[in-house]
């Protein structure tokens, strides 16, 4: 069976057919926007900014991330919930068709295909497919939310608000007025390799135990700010772009341009190995 | 009987599993996070005392305060707050679910009925939950008073403590420190097992192990994010908290909450999986 013949049935059974794949990004992406959209007027109304909020403004909402998190006594450690339910419902929605398919129809056509390599393959394209898809559906529901109710689409952010919502301190910040391309998306592409990596580590350990790690590794980049913690380069607030101390954009992409390559080839030697009749 | 040697296999099924002592190492290894944490700054703040001459303030260097539930700032307390949804679920959240497509629960209630098996089922999950979240730390609250002395609480330095004069049993955390810390834990025996239960409520709809035991942290997780949409106003400073990632802390970390909270919280919970328990009882499993 060649590798687009499965690449075809994996977009059709583990993205099409997913539903929960294709409602939820929307659903949260509402209820992110409400929120985001409600906070803006209590403030304009309080007179705390100075003008209405846009579009960039929602992404910075969206992959902002917390500020910096100094450990004291005083300060209880807040999540940022925002951010991690994002980023965390995601790996969820992916955890389980890899190995449904495995255990179900895929391991027929496994056996009588014998080629594993196309198979890894596939699945490798179909997650990143599927987490891209995932995040493009939340940034088109939002986008049809702010034509609806003919908000301002642009990249602009304001820096008044982003002060106010992310509770930014005394923490040094530059002054940004847009929100660049770039830095929109490199959070994506980090969503996208821990979703390889835990797609990888989902053969190696349960998927159960999988989903747990990047919960956990979630969770530590957003306590700790350090440029070996994958979560940071997730977080817009936290880029040199924005931060003065923050982790530079650059070892960002070159951090998930390794762990996406060693994921997809972890995986394929191990899956080479795996034993498919006897698991579950 | 019949009920009586169901809850036996149940019970010995529930406890005697490997997932039940995997959940509870991953959980006492988090909670060491803290210890570890917390002596090091144990072992500053007293080499800075020595160092002066000042106002000792012995009673800001407290086992009540040190231990992971008493402290709200260490990644170990953090983590083991925010995952403990799964935690209580591993366990044995997912038993009824693999039980199900295998066919086990078919055979098991020719001989048990189905009243007695749902039951004990019930009565397990709950037991693991419960365990699985407080054992971890009690583990960490017995380690750590190895290490740091159980020196009763003072308000004059509750912003060390983190319990204010509106938390909840403040009075108790300031004259009975060690009541504080057992009822607490007894708040976070009945909520892991209620969770846990929400394990065994989704396996009535759901068919795959794995969204069974992470799905709980989800409904958690979305009713955190939910109460934003009640805590709107900037100037009310006495909301009540209500999430229970939050409230299950025994310090107060932004709102404190009570006792109304605690126990309706509980209720609904109860009265979700016990419901939906009843509602698959009374359908068709063969």
């Known amino acids: 069976m060649k590798f687009i013949r499965y690449l075809r049935f994996d977009i059709q059974q583990g993205i099409l057919r997913n539903k929960a794949l294709l409602f939820t990004p929307a ?19 309080a007179g705390l900014i100075a003008e209405g909020v846009s579009y960039g403004d929602y992404c910075f909402y969206l992959y902002g991330g917390m500020y910096e998190y100094i450990p004291d006594v005083a300060n209880a450690f807040r999540f940022p919930v925002v951010w991690i339910t994002v980023f965390l419902v995601i790996p969820f929605l992916l955890l389980n068709y890899p190995f449904k398919d495995l255990f179900g129809a895929g391991q027929q056509i496994l056996v009588r295909s014998g080629r594993r390599t196309a198979w890894w393959m596939s699945k490798c394209c179909w997650n990143i497919l599927g987490t891209i898809l995932y995040h493009l559906i939340m940034q088109l529901t939002a986008l049809a939310l702010f034509g609806v109710l ?10 008044d608000f982003i002060r106010l919502a992310f509770q930014i301190g005394h923490q040094e910040v530059w002054e940004q007025s847009i929100l660049p391309f770039a830095v929109a998306f490199l959070p994506i592409l980090v969503s996208v390799s821990i979703n390889m990596f835990q797609m990888t580590l989902s053969l190696f350990v ?7 790690t990047v919960s956990l590794l979630f969770l ?4 700790r700010l350090s440029s070996w913690l994958i979560g940071n380069y997730a977080m817009i607030y936290r880029y040199d772009w924005m931060l003065k101390t923050g982790v530079s954009m650059k070892v960002g992409a070159g951090m998930v341009a390794s762990l996406l390559f060693v994921s997809v080839i972890a995986g394929l030697i191990r899956f080479r190995y795996y034993d498919i009749l006897e698991k579950e | 009987m019949i009920l009586k040697e169901m809850l036996k296999l149940e019970f010995r099924k529930a406890l005697r599993n490997k997932s039940f002592y995997i959940s509870l190492i991953i959980g006492c290894i988090i909670t060491m996070f803290s210890l570890v944490y917390n002596i090091e700054i144990y072992q500053n703040e007293i080499m800075m005392i020595q160092g002066d001459r000042l106002n000792p303030m012995y009673g ?12 709200p700032f260490s990644f170990g307390s953090s983590a083991y707050f925010f995952v403990f949804p799964l935690l209580v679920a591993i366990p044995y959240g997912w038993s009824y679910c693999e039980e199900k497509q ?8 020719v001989y048990s009925g189905k009243k007695a098996y749902f039951l004990a089922k019930y009565a397990a999950v709950f037991l693991s939950g419960a365990l699985a979240m407080v054992l971890p730390l009690v583990f960490n609250f017995l380690v750590s008073a190895l290490f740091f002395p159980a020196v009763t609480p003072s308000p004059l330095y509750c912003t060390s403590n983190g319990v204010f004069y509106g938390s909840l049993m403040s009075m108790l955390y300031y004259s009975a420190p060690f009541l504080y810390v057992f009822f607490y834990l007894c708040i976070d025996f009945v909520f892991g097992g209620l969770i846990a239960c929400l394990s065994y409520s989704v396996s009535c709809i759901v068919k795959y192990k794995v969204i069974v035991v992470i799905l709980p942290l989800f409904l958690l997780l979305a009713f955190h994010y939910l109460r934003q949409f009640i805590y709107t106003s900037p100037e009310v400073h006495h909301y009540k908290e209500i999430s229970p990632l939050f409230f299950l802390r025994p ?3 932004v709102y404190h909450t009570s006792w109304t909270v605690i126990l309706i919280g509980a209720a609904i919970l109860f009265f979700i999986t016990f419901l939906s328990i009843i509602w698959e009882y009374r359908h068709e499993i063969y």
Do not use: C
């Open chain 1, 27 to 45: 659903v949260i992406a509402i209820i992110i926007f409400l929120d985001f959209v409600g906070k803006a007027h209590r403030f304009l109304d």
């Open chain 1, 150 to 159: 003919r908000m301002e689409i642009s990249n602009r952010i304001h820096m």
């Open chain 1, 206 to 212: 349960k998927p159960i135990f999988g989903f747990f």
């Open chain 1, 220 to 223: 530590a980049s957003a306590y």
């Open chain 2, 60 to 71: 800001v260097l407290s086992l009540f305060n040190r231990w992971i539930g008493g402290e």
């Open chain 2, 102 to 109: 295998s066919g086990y629960t078919r055979l098991v209630t």
């Open chain 2, 251 to 253: 310090v107060q970390i």
